[in-house]
């Protein structure tokens, strides 16, 4: 099960999607039609096969709105849903649920649908020993969130932000002049809880990433044959990674050979949402 | 060309994605491997082809980062790019311009694709009088940006939240007693600038909509068949919003039927990102 | 009833307005001079006749000093107040009582001026059809609450910022080369949920305005004979708004005329605040 | 001349502003009718006669929509006007000028009818030497610029909050066992930069008063008469302030009873804004 | 006792310090080896003698990350500990505890070493009339907690900023033209609430200070001697203050002089940590 | 020399200081005693030996109050300075420099008395393969300054917070059953770019420890024996990290026992203040 988010993200996260979306004039609509005290009784319920992440987002979505609303969660983070499952039961004033309603599953639908992807990749690896990771492809403001969505679906976390990890790339290695420089660089420059990884696209440079130190090594773009001759030269030395070109389709032979991680922007920046939606009974 | 988003706006939304890139640490790694005074030239090109959205977030992102940047816009929001169309050239400080290339992307490649995804529907209706508008099925947070890429991809906004256009659903006819009270209520209840939309799923509740003086009637999930018979039956009296299964497969043959406008929570909530890339020169 | 504020703006506003009272060093007096277990029963209540506003900003910031206070409710927004009447009945830590009470008051006693203010049209004006409604001239940062103030009063809202409606004013004409031109860019640019209200000043431009679509016109400073010829004009096709000179004196004769709607700037940037007190039992 | 309100305070008063007018879809009317390329030249003058306050922030406010915009100011805070006088002289980007106005104006109008009220009382106790100052009765979250526009009026600062001086009101002195014993309380409590100010309703406390040390002895409510009185049993003492029933009318009267500070709340909660407009030229 | 913090500052801090020690991906070793359902008793207990201060941001931080947690106070703000003596006895969730441990910790111990400095200044003048006071030399963004913790430690507050009290320097007196026409210009522009201080570095300097009405003079860095003479010279007519070269062996003698006041910046900008410690029970 | 602050922090940092020292009525002293055109040149100069940081946030401070003054560095963050050694030259208007000294000075004293605290255990190290690092010890809010102050001193830094590393302390240990199990735990909980480091007080824990494959190891609180002891068994497997007891004059008894990473929490904790200076010349 993964780690929950902080409250503290959840509250910013949650005050500020519901100001976007209330304006200064609120719900017009419901203020208009709905009395102020009609109870209701609502479920959020999944319309498609999934992974479900942002169920705490969802529910805290509603106690803002409505801090005499009851939220039963049905399913929690990292379940896999089928049509039909009901998240969440809900109960409380009908104003307040219609309200949270939309910004609830902005949040919700989102987040699982990075879970959703992330866990197609997980579960075409699976019975390999690869990890599939995310990486700092996130929505702008929304990364821990993100980040908490791709553990919902079973994959693990890359760095967080520039500031948690090294990754040494092409630009870095020019600058510094080679490989074997910039992990030295680098290695003088931060701390000692700090891991360093490096990016290599070419096999070649492989010997000179783990002679000179590196923790991990990002095989960017190899062929299945190349990372296959990596995982070999490597030796256990570093943790390698693969990146580039993976999708549900090749992410098991990626996996067959024997990387330890498989890292894939998509995950992030492009999965549809996962269909959720609300219904009142 | 789509009106500009506001100064305020931008510098938030940069402000605060850096902040979460670059923590409390830094970018590490280029503060380790690149000298403070190097000058790097640079751009930020497609490599798939789309509709480009955000370059202002781009811009400011990499003046935030290195004021003394020198940033020029080659193909402004609303561009068509094909594979290789170079979107901004960049000439400044190498560090400052690697500490923002990650975030410059997210924005520019996750509102690009938003534009990319409007424009393949407003494509697909070229040559109809139907317009291709978005939904409040945002990303929480980023509503304002991702309105702004639909205009880039030549679509239209619908209401920005709850606030701005009543929008009368099943919930609200439900506890008001019928369309025709719904639509009295909300008459009664707002100002004179805000419009009232409706949404019905049957045929049979169109009249009584029109008859309420609904200014907008949503078309929930009906058929062709019922959209063009909701056309005729309408004489122009309101107008007619389309929603529900909007690909760019169907479209077409929906914004046929003569409906006003077409709505797709799809060119917000699932658009895939534009890959755009950074490369140095 | 007007619909009640966010609980998000009010306590935003609150808190904002603590902090601005409280500063650092806090309620010094009241921390010398009253023991932290004194508890202490207050009335909030009227010296003056009036219409209420507010009243939940009152509570908010009664709780927020005491979170343990008792606070109850007499005199709703939008009742009608004669002096003496009690508003608000509390009971809970004196220290709390007395840090809340200036802040309390400010904030009931401005928007319930602007109450005051507005009833004070709005009772002008009784038997015709004609709404009063606010403009945009309110106090910056406060608009939301203020708005809100003239529901209270029987008032209505015009637009709540420039993001929420067109309107088109004697720069934007001339600019547009014209009231035609100018109504059709609008119409071209903006959404279908948005409405467009275009300003004259002189009978002649009327016809011009309603051709062209304008759903609202606003007849600015208009004599009581050009507002019924606007009417008569009118035919029922837009909107006729009245703005300019508006008094208690003059509303009524402007009603009368048969204009839908008459806009007061002075009910939200000139209003008086009403007279409360808080007394100590 | 008035201190100058901090740049901090004024960005966080204009963001704060623009914001909450341009929400998240923008001008809207502008953008639609004016093209980004026009330049205009406009000006802001005064309507009705009055004394101007609020000149930076009108300024700061054109410079955000307008970071090209050129100001200048003709009348700086403080300055009396008639109609017809020009304060501000604007030459920019058309938009960015009309984007700006109302929010301007807004700023403006409020703090100058706060300086022209402050005037009014200053001029009517011209040649005595009572100071008019204002209270906390100030609109929430403004307090500071209101206090500025005050200045700009000719009127002097009370406490800027609960934070800066002592002042002891009838619960301080009831729950302290009398006028003595809370002042007791107090100086003992406070550093030593702290003034002591105490509120006393009936001429009998005042020596209790001045006895007990008060820095200040505030006479609310006083008759002209018993305020003569004070100040002469006071022998200067302390200083005196006279509060209640503080209007243009009654303020010469006051102050030529030898009192040092009269406070009025009218000025900040009550004043009527001051008739300011723009005009494009 | 001394007065407690506010809310809304205790609030602010420690929202700030949770979200600095948390990140964005939270306490990571906690989560991955600590159950949710674990129960945990702990205490935080003194390792060194001292005065506690900041028990309030102790017991905020432990239930911002875990509401349901139950914190008792053993010894409240200006108790004087020795080691071993339990602060704050603790139950709730193990994660909880854990996550909030460090931040609770810094706050009690920092805010604790400034008291525990303060109180052996004022011990050691204990029995003279001297009160002992910090300065503005505190640290950026916690004035408000730092000055707190010296009341907790018996001392007093000077001013709280620049804004709360005169206070003219060298620079000041050179720019007006004299100690007399600078308490002149002073006088005249400040509210009757504001006390004037200046700061002399002569004895020669100090008649014109009083006879130019300074409520309080400030005598920087000057001898036993001179100290002596300025109280006989002083007559009672202003508060004096000394500072400069105050330290625990110093601070008697100073006292002794028959100064008012004694200020200190050492016991905000470089007084120790009080060892604290949180233990497992 | 240590990688700069980013731009965001400092002016997060010094927008906050400002606001708090400024208050809501300005540096009072400085306008009404000197006139505004007024032109001043001062030096931010040291009092006492020491190293420098923080002086981008002294330039900020100065700029933000004076956006037109001029500041050169004289001595950069990292410079080891002596008495009377000019760090900063200033020329600007003298109102704004006087407005800005306390933070300034604040900020540069502050961070400057961490850096010379740990230069000057660096420097008892000098010639040992030790690094000396800090702690998470720090000042609530200011961490990113404080761990930026640790590298001007010559020191490294440990984990920002609880997010960046794996700590796993006794009750952690505690809690998995062990040692191994802890280290278990964490490596199948966290992403392959975070380090795993564990705290041992018991040299027999070590072998467990380095078995179970942590990263880092933190001896805790042992005796200058048992650290060679570890040095011995380790075997260069993992980083050996001493804490504990670390003084001017323990440090290089510690370093010498071949421990890698020496960490300190006084060096954040309780480091006294650089004393520096600003002077009028």
């Known amino acids: 099960m993964p780690p929950p988010l902080s409250h503290l993200i959840i509250h910013d996260a949650v005050t ?18 709905i009395p102020a005290d009609t109870i209701a009784k609502a ?24 801090p005499s609303t009851k939220v039963s969660v049905k399913q929690a983070d990292g379940a896999h849903v089928k049509p039909g499952d009901i998240i969440l039961s809900i109960e409380g004033p009908a104003r307040a649920i219609l309200s949270a309603e939309r910004v609830a599953l902005n949040f919700m639908g989102h987040l699982s649908g990075i879970a959703t992807a992330t866990a197609a990749l997980v579960d075409a690896a ?13 929505t702008p403001g929304l990364r821990a969130l993100e980040k908490h969505a791709v553990r919902c679906g079973g994959g693990y976390n890359h760095r967080f932000g520039l500031y948690d990890a090294v990754m040494i790339k092409d630009n870095h290695i020019a600058a510094s002049g080679g490989i074997a420089k910039a992990l030295e660089k680098a ?16 096999l070649d440079q492989l010997e000179e990433a783990l002679t000179g130190g590196a923790d991990i090594v990002l095989l ?9 001759r990596a995982v070999k030269l490597n030796k256990g030395r570093a943790v390698l990674e693969a990146s ?28 549809p949402t996962l269909d959720l939606g609300m219904d009142f009974t």
Chains 1, 2, 3, 4, 5, 6 share one sequence.
């Open 244 to 271: 580039g070109n993976v999708t549900v389709e090749t992410v098991r032979a990626i996996a067959q050979t024997g990387v330890d991680i498989i890292s894939s922007g998509w995950i992030t920046h492009s999965a």
């Open 187 to 202: 290695r003088k420059a931060v701390g000692h809880t700090v891991k360093i990884e490096i990016e290599i696209d070419r």
């Open 220 to 228: 960017d773009n190899m062929s299945i044959d190349d990372l296959t």
């Open 16 to 33: 500020r999607a519901l100001r976007e979306d209330l304006g200064d004039a609120g719900d017009i609509t419901t203020h208009a039609t």
């Open 43 to 66: 479920v959020i319920a999944a319309r498609k096969p999934g992974v479900i992440a942002g169920v705490d987002l969802g529910c805290a979505t509603l106690l803002t709105t409505g």
């Open 126 to 138: 699976q019975g390999t020993a690869a990890k599939v990771v995310c990486t700092r492809k996130t």
